[in-house]
């Protein structure tokens, strides 16, 4: 039986998933990737704007680390994203998709502003703790209720953790229509102005040092949870498998109603974060989007809680920095959006490269069929 060779050409290229990378490589290929897109946006704004693309990163730099306030600006939103990504990171490495930040942190800001409203009688240090513990219950019993249905009837989590968001906005609504002030305001208003009954106090002559204080110390605790301790290898086991799980042993539904809870409750705290040490009011917008947002935080991270703080950092710095473009160069909302979202898009494209390598075609393109 004769072998007939045929030339047979193979694709120029080819897409294989890396083994492994290290992470210089890893950082190397990200930090590539940022710079070739602030390169590509400097083009977009010369040819849109016919602006120096030079003085609106500069602009944006200033819009950060202009003055101290701006400073301690950056650092208050970075804290309460943050917060939000420490949050979903347990979830999210267990495979439970929570979509439901957003509701989780209008469910603690809720139970924080009506402490602040009922409870504003009480010595400011007791009412503070009070506020703390039941945002953090509210929160916690948020992501709880998906999370039942999830253990006992395999439901699933994206949609029902994404529907309670909708849930909570209308609760929100209907509380800001009850606590309205002024009355036919349709808004809360600032809660206690004139005693600040409820507010976090400021530390050094800062209202937002306490918010960044205890989403470090959040963070910290988040990595060694994850990373160090038992209930952090369960996760990541039920996570890998649930099968392996509980051929090891492991109480799956009760690692998947624990983790919920802690989720959910950290979700919350930064519910107490908005209302009390930020804006001191409550309404359907005090989440911001930022539930969705800190989806893009965990995951590029990997669930690492001390890398989340480089990715916070990137994409508040983006954020605000959009805006001070907006105001230095009288552009409309629209334009700094795009060079935001054009950088966003490419450090996300850059996690590809990171687990994908390309592979050109050799010179030796024989094959026998």
């Not at 002559?205 to 988040?222: D, E």
């Not at 498998?241 to 509980?246: G, I, L, V, W, Y």
């Amino acid at each position: 039986m004769s072998k007939n060779k045929s030339s047979v050409k193979e694709p120029l290229l080819r897409i294989a998933k890396r083994d492994s990378i290290e992470a210089y490589k890893a950082w190397g290929i990200r930090a590539a990737v940022l710079i070739a897109a602030l390169i590509i946006c400097g083009f977009i704004i010369f040819f849109i704007t016919d602006l120096n693309p030079f003085k609106v990163y500069i602009s944006m730099f200033k819009g950060n680390f202009g003055t101290t306030r701006r400073i301690w600006q950056l650092l208050r939103d970075m804290a309460m994203l943050l917060c939000i990504g420490l949050g979903l990171a347990p979830a999210f490495k267990m495979r439970f998709w929570n979509i439901g930040a957003e509701g989780q942190i209008l469910a603690g800001g809720l139970a924080t502003a009506a402490c602040m409203i009922y409870l504003n009688s009480l010595p400011n240090y007791l009412l503070l703790i009070i506020m703390f513990v039941t945002s953090i219950i509210a929160g916690a019993l948020w992501g709880l209720i998906p999370t039942i249905f999830k253990a006992k009837f395999n439901t699933n989590e994206t949609l029902f953790t994404l529907m309670m968001n909708y849930v909570a906005i209308q609760l929100t609504s209907y509380f800001v229509a009850l606590w309205e002030n002024p009355y036919g305001s349709n808004t809360v208003g600032i809660i206690n102005p004139a005693t600040k009954a409820g507010w976090l106090p400021s530390v050094f002559g800062q209202q937002s040092f306490l918010n960044v204080a205890i989403v470090l110390l959040l963070t910290v605790i988040m990595y060694f949870y994850l990373k160090y301790s038992k209930q952090g290898y369960e996760i990541s086991v039920v996570g890998e498998s649930e099968n392996t799980a509980r051929y090891a042993g492991i109480n799956v539904k009760k690692v998947i109603i624990r983790t919920m809870l802690i989720s959910g409750a950290v979700c919350g705290l930064a519910g107490f974060l908005a209302v009390s040490g930020a804006s001191h009011t409550i309404s359907t917008s005090t989440a911001g989007g930022k539930g969705f947002t800190a989806i893009i935080v965990t995951w590029l991270a990997k669930f690492n809680p001390v890398v989340m703080i480089l990715i916070t950092f990137i994409i508040t710095f983006l954020d605000r920095g959009a805006v001070q473009i907006a105001s230095d160069f009288n552009l409309n909302e629209y334009v700094s959006n795009i060079i935001t979202g054009i950088i966003l898009f490419f450090i996300l494209g850059s996690e590809f490269f990171i687990n994908y390598k390309i592979i050109f075609r050799s010179k030796k393109q024989e094959v026998i069929k």
